[in-house]
Every structure is written in C-alpha cells, then in structure tokens.
C-alpha cells in the first residue's frame, strides 16, 4: 500500500500547489482525501480536473470529503471517519484565516478551535506517518531580535488577532508532538512566484503595491520613514510549496519546526525603492512620518481608497529576525533554495499591473 494524504485548505492556492509538488517528489502516494465545505465543492471539483489533466501520466485517485474543521470530529460522518483513519497516512493541515484584519472571533473559531479538531482527529489515524501543520513565522508576535525555529514563547503582545490565533494553534500542535509524528511549518510574508509573478491576492506586499499606483499622480513618492529601521521577511510561493513538500517527506524532519523565511530579508526602504523604480523608474524622494501614514489609515475611506490594510505597517517597523537555520541545513543538498527578492521584483511588478483591476486578485479591506 502506498502512501494515501488527507489535505485541509483545499481548494486554496497553497494547498493544491503543494499537491502538485507532492506528486512530482512522491512515487508512492496512490490516494489524496481533500477535505471541502460544502459550498467550496464546485471550486474543488474544477481544481481536481485541472490537476488530474497535469498529472502526466502518475495515477493518483481524488477524493473530496464534504466537512468542516470548525466542527468536532471534522463535520464527517463516524462511518467515514474511521474508514478514513484506517487509511491515512499523510495529514496536510493548512486550513485557517490568513487575514491580518481579520476579526478576533472568526479568528479563533477557524485557526484555534479547527486546528484543535484536526488534532483530534489526526490522533486517530494508526498509521500515520506525518502530519504537517502550516504555520507562520509571526507566532513571534511583537517579540523582537533573533527569532529561532526551536522557539514558541509567548510574547507581552500581538499585532493582530491573526498572529494571536496562530500562535495558540501552534502550541496545540507543538504539545501533539510526543504523540504524533509531526513537523510544523512556519512561512515568512508569502508574496507570488519568483518567475511569473503569480499569486491569488494582492496583500501583504502588494498594499505597497497599490498605494503607489493609486498615487502615480503625484510628482514624486516619499519615503514613509521610521525611526526604527527593519527588514521585511518576503519569500516568494514557489519556495514555500518546494520546501515544504521535500520537508514533509524529510524522514529527520519529524519533531522539528523550520522557518522558511528569507535569510538575506530586505530593509523595508530597499523593497520600497524598488517597487518604485520598477513602476515609475524613479526613487523617491523626501519623506512622510509613519506617524502621518497610520493616521491617514485610520480612516477608513482612505484606506479603501489607497488598498491597504492598516495593520500592514506594523509589518515595516517590527524588528524580528528570523534565524532559519534548522531549515536550510535540512534543505542542503536538495536543491531547493530561496530566491533573491530583488531578482523577483520584475516579475512581480509585472503581475500586479496586469491585473490590478482583476477583482478576484483584491481583498476587502476593512
């Protein structure tokens, strides 16, 4: 018997990239369980198709499972439960809210109380091999200085209820590790493809992005300057999806937590000259107190305007550093290596633009 995955996050981005990635490392997977709400069916079904037409001859079975993280035992049936965990041997968790405005509620519900769920149930599975629970570099929160893999400790506070949440279902996985055999994943700032640009949405880096050109009226764009100068962890997708499909099927990556950030990050005025010499072939010039952005960003028709979440500046004051060392040493060898973010800038520039007013690509701001 082959190895037969159970994915949560389906039909996002991530979740069927790493699929993808997966197939491609992994000669023995035969059978993928996709858990999907019911409302994402059609998404999931279309998604299979697209996947199944690239499979370039390997013959893996889908198989979607209507259910719901935020209900106990996954919203599936006890039959199918437990045919399912008699199954399983790979659990993929990436199911959760990645929203830095997201509310503290809704947070909690899918990224605290679902990831305690899957837990439960992961616990069932006899012949589990990995479970691989994506998480973020920012349970860190506003702890500062070097930041290490081996590390969760809870900091005095949290820029958002996003990092809050993550961080309390990181610990419910971190206190699984004595019985299960599981390996957590902590990403940077996830931006698009180092080659093509590709990505789903346009936040995160792409809110300087689009303050930019929502202001390519001006004669010239100021620096927003800070007292305290940081570096931005951005790690383009396709890094993401490459390490943690070789990660997840690492034999010494069971027990370990890998931060799979950049370990040469940009400053933030670095990034920001260059979205600006990539868009308008300019620097910038002068500058604009940070105190004046985040009152401007208190207003909400401003923001909405402008396409840029508040809690995004945070982001460009913090100053963390995320040491990665576990990650690429386990990765030595394999090939597989961040990009240089300047190098991707083109690409990513190029994206934004064609398709900035592509409504699929925006996000609501709150």
């Not at 719901?68 to 045919?83: A, H, R």
């Not at 990224?111 to 998480?135: A, D, M, Q």
């Not at 985040?294 to 945070?314: H, M, W």
């Amino acid at each position: 018997m082959g190895h037969i995955y159970f994915f949560t996050g389906f039909p996002g981005f991530i979740s069927n990239q790493l699929i993808r990635e997966l197939i491609k490392r992994d000669e023995a997977v035969d059978k993928v369980y996709l858990l999907v709400l019911p409302e994402q069916m059609g998404k999931a079904e279309a998604e299979i198709k697209t996947i199944e037409s690239e499979l370039d001859g390997a013959k893996v079975l889908f198989q979607l499972v209507i259910g719901d993280i935020t209900k106990e035992n996954l919203n599936i049936t006890v039959p199918e439960s437990q045919s399912l965990q008699q199954e399983i041997t790979h659990v993929f968790h990436l199911a959760a809210i990645y929203d830095l405005a997201v509310p503290e509620k809704i947070a909690q519900l899918v990224n605290v109380v679902g990831t305690k769920h899957v837990n439960e149930w992961v616990k069932g599975i006899p012949k589990l091999v990995r479970y691989t629970y994506f998480s973020t570099a920012y349970v860190a929160g506003n702890r500062e200085g070097d930041l290490f893999e081996h590390e969760l400790v809870l900091p005095k506070s949290f820029k958002n209820h996003y990092e809050r949440t993550k961080y309390d279902a990181e610990l419910l996985v971190e206190q699984l590790k004595s019985e299960v055999p599981t390996t957590i994943i902590r990403p940077g700032i996830v931006k698009g493809h180092s080659k093509t640009g590709e990505t789903i949405k346009f936040d995160g880096p792409y809110f300087i992005l689009n303050f930019l050109d929502r202001l390519s009226f001006l004669p010239m764009y100021p620096y927003i300057s800070s007292e305290r100068e940081t570096v931005v962890n951005l790690v383009p997708v396709d890094y993401i999806i490459q390490a943690t499909a070789y990660l997840a099927l690492y034999k010494e990556g069971v027990g370990k937590t890998y931060h799979l950030t950049d370990p040469s990050p940009c400053k933030a005025t670095e990034i920001y000259e260059l979205f600006v010499g990539e868009l308008y072939k300019k620097k910038p010039k002068g500058h604009m107190p940070m105190a004046v952005s985040q009152a401007f960003l208190s207003i909400r028709p401003v923001r909405t305007y402008l396409g840029v979440e508040k809690e995004a500046l945070d982001y460009f004051t913090w100053q963390g550093r995320f040491d990665c060392t576990k990650a690429q040493a386990d990765l030595a060898g394999s090939g597989i290596a961040c990009p240089n973010f300047k190098d991707g800038v083109p690409a990513m520039v190029e994206f934004y633009l064609r398709n900035k007013n592509e409504k699929r690509y925006q996000i609501k701001i709150r």
